[in-house]
């Protein structure tokens, strides 16, 4: 292995090495690590204008990476995560979070209540989190001493080098934070954030966590501003620090007075906040979230544009490009969405443009929607969007009734509706969903039949029909 981190051997030939391998994890286990197994350097690459933005990577070893996984297994296997955390957890994943902060949001909305929000974001965590705190984080959670030296040894000895346009710079000593880009880091992170403000912590649908960036709801501007001063002082107690600049509070109310941090700085506060890829908008509808996700599918579309505009390939292989790339990001999140028919063409006139654009047509050559889609193999967005949605109705109702995504789905808030005809909700589409498809709540239960019964396929040409 060369200082660099690279290795010689290729990583399908490791293998061969599996013997040696299960020496050196022995050895590893008594908390000795041998010098060519981590004989690595953290690098950067050469810093942009703006000094805070950069991170190191540090390069690991083939074989480092399979100890890190095992001993990432160990250690999960220890350690409960509290339900607050959906980041980097088995049967967790943004959606969830998507889903609980717009089912709050849009319950809130339909008895007339109002909504508070903090999207607190971390500076810098992975590399403020002081390595003191993580290892009295860890035998605070009961881990044994001997994995507790295992990783202090990983940590050991850690330097980093940048790379600038004058070559590579010196080494320096890196004596805090966690290493980017290692299997390990990530379970590390959120063990330790979920230990050191666990009194803090009310579960969800009131405060959600997706690794260091935080969601806090509230029924009033008090309690909310109480629990943003609450949070920064426990984490400013473990060396953590708010990013003045990303944190934004939001209201569904709108205006009233400025949320300040402990030290009377005035928080941003918006209309909209992109939530883990998802835009929430302050008075519960889902516009704002349909416009950003069609622009992120045009950003796809252009960086994909040189094989979706190439002459040369073929129509099914371009929709094939389509369906992988491009209309993932379009849909993304979209099964918490209650959409209305103005959103359903939105999305639709958005596809039909790129589907067009890429058998080289538009309108004035008079070729039917149908038969464009024909050709691309690809099926019409609303019908994605419908399997999608009941995709999920089906995950969340087979979830126990105390997952978090199912009270969320279930929870009732008190008050009055107002005067008028309600919103939309995210339930009332999916019944309708339900309807059309002739299926019912029971059906849901049988993970298989529903499948069946929900799943659209995108059309098949003759060749691949036989």
Same mark, same amino acid.
């Given at each position: 292995?060369?200082?660099?981190?690279?290795?010689?051997?290729?990583?399908?030939?490791?293998?061969?090495?599996?013997?040696?391998?299960?020496?050196?994890?022995?050895?590893?286990?008594?908390?000795?690590?041998?010098? #060519?197994?981590?004989?690595?350097?953290?690098?950067?690459?050469?810093?942009?204008?703006?000094?805070?933005?950069?991170?190191?990577?540090?390069?690991?070893?083939?074989?480092?990476?399979?100890?890190?996984?095992?001993?990432?297994?160990?250690?999960?296997?220890?350690?409960?995560? *509290?339900?607050?955390?959906?980041?980097?957890?088995?049967?967790?994943?943004?959606?969830?979070?998507?889903?609980?902060?717009?089912?709050?949001?849009?319950?809130?909305?339909?008895?007339?209540?109002?909504?508070? #929000?903090?999207?607190?974001?971390?500076?810098?965590?992975?590399?403020?989190?002081?390595?003191?705190?993580?290892?009295?984080?860890?035998?605070?959670?009961?881990?044994?001493?001997?994995?507790?030296?295992?990783?202090?040894?990983?940590?050991?000895?850690?330097?980093?080098?940048?790379?600038?346009?004058?070559? !590579?710079?010196? $080494?320096?000593?890196?004596?805090?934070?966690?290493?980017?880009? *290692?299997?390990?880091?990530?379970?590390?992170?959120?063990?330790?954030?979920?230990?050191?403000?666990?009194?803090?912590?009310?579960?969800?649908?009131?405060?959600?966590?997706?690794?260091?960036?935080?969601? #806090?709801?509230?029924?009033?501007?008090?309690?909310?501003?109480?629990?943003?001063?609450?949070?920064?002082?426990?984490?400013?107690?473990?060396?953590?620090?708010?990013?003045?600049?990303?944190?934004?509070?939001?209201?569904?109310?709108?205006?009233?007075?400025?949320?300040?941090?402990?030290?009377?700085?005035?928080?941003?506060?918006?209309?909209?906040?992109?939530?883990?890829?998802?835009?929430?908008?302050?008075?519960?509808?889902?516009?704002?979230?349909?416009?950003?996700?069609?622009?992120?599918?045009?950003?796809?579309?252009?960086?994909?544009?040189?094989?979706?505009?190439?002459?040369?390939?073929?129509?099914?292989?371009?929709?094939?490009?389509?369906?992988?790339?491009?209309?993932?990001?379009?849909?993304?999140?979209?099964?918490?969405?209650?959409?209305?028919?103005?959103?359903?063409? !939105?999305?639709?006139?958005?596809?039909?443009?790129?589907?067009?654009?890429?058998?080289?047509?538009?309108?004035?050559?008079?070729?039917?929607?149908?038969?464009?889609?024909?050709?691309?193999?690809?099926?019409?967005?609303?019908?994605?969007?419908?399997?999608?949605?009941?995709?999920?109705?089906?995950?969340?109702?087979?979830?126990?009734?105390?997952?978090?995504?199912?009270?969320? !789905?279930?929870?009732?808030? *008190?008050?009055?509706?107002?005067?008028?005809?309600? $919103?939309?909700?995210?339930?009332?589409?999916?019944?309708?969903?339900?309807?059309?498809?002739?299926?019912?709540?029971?059906?849901?239960?049988?993970?298989?039949?529903?499948?069946?019964?929900?799943?659209?396929?995108?059309?098949?040409?003759?060749?691949?029909?036989?």
């Amino acid at each position: 292995m060369e200082e660099n981190g690279s290795q010689s051997a290729d990583p399908p030939k490791r293998r061969h090495a599996a013997p040696g391998l299960v020496k050196k994890f022995s050895s590893l286990q008594v908390s000795h690590y041998p010098v #060519l197994l981590f004989a690595n350097t953290d690098t950067e690459e050469q810093p942009p204008s703006v000094v805070w933005k950069t991170r190191g990577i540090k390069l690991i070893a083939h074989t480092m990476k399979i100890y890190e996984r095992l001993l990432d297994m160990r250690l999960r296997e220890m350690v409960e995560i *509290s339900p607050d955390q959906f980041g980097f957890v088995p049967e967790r994943s943004t959606i969830d979070a998507i889903f609980i902060a717009r089912q709050l949001m849009e319950k809130y909305r339909e008895k007339n209540k109002p909504c508070h #929000l903090a999207f607190l974001d971390l500076e810098k965590a992975y590399d403020r989190l002081p390595r003191t705190v993580l290892w009295e984080v860890m035998r605070e959670r009961g881990i044994p001493e001997c994995m507790v030296r295992t990783v202090q040894v990983m940590y050991d000895g850690s330097t980093a080098r940048v790379r600038t346009s004058h070559g !590579m710079t010196s $080494k320096f000593d890196i004596t805090v934070g966690v290493h980017q880009g *290692s299997a390990l880091s990530p379970f590390l992170f959120i063990m330790t954030l979920d230990t050191v403000v666990k009194h803090l912590l009310e579960g969800p649908p009131s405060t959600l966590l997706y690794a260091d960036d935080v969601a #806090l709801i509230a029924d009033s501007r008090a309690e909310l501003q109480l629990k943003i001063q609450k949070w920064q002082t426990a984490l400013a107690d473990a060396g953590f620090k708010l990013n003045l600049k990303k944190t934004e509070v939001m209201s569904s109310i709108g205006g009233g007075d400025a949320m300040l941090d402990e030290n009377g700085t005035a928080f941003t506060q918006t209309e909209e906040f992109q939530y883990l890829g998802s835009v929430l908008s302050a008075d519960g509808t889902v516009d704002a979230a349909v416009r950003g996700r069609i622009a992120c599918a045009w950003l796809k579309w252009r960086e994909s544009t040189g094989i979706l505009c190439d002459r040369r390939c073929s129509r099914v292989l371009k929709g094939k490009i389509y369906r992988t790339v491009v209309r993932p990001a379009m849909m993304y999140g979209s099964e918490c969405w209650p959409v209305t028919k103005a959103h359903e063409r !939105m999305l639709n006139t958005a596809e039909m443009r790129m589907l067009r654009w890429a058998c080289g047509l538009t309108r004035r050559d008079k070729v039917r929607n149908e038969d464009i889609r024909a050709l691309m193999q690809t099926a019409p967005i609303q019908q994605k969007l419908r399997a999608q949605r009941l995709r999920w109705f089906g995950h969340v109702i087979r979830r126990s009734p105390l997952h978090p995504t199912r009270k969320a !789905m279930e929870m009732e808030v *008190s008050g009055k509706r107002p005067r008028g005809a309600p $919103k939309k909700r995210w339930k009332d589409t999916v019944s309708k969903d339900m309807r059309e498809l002739g299926v019912t709540k029971d059906d849901a239960q049988d993970r298989d039949l529903w499948r069946r019964r929900t799943k659209t396929a995108d059309p098949a040409n003759a060749r691949d029909k036989r």
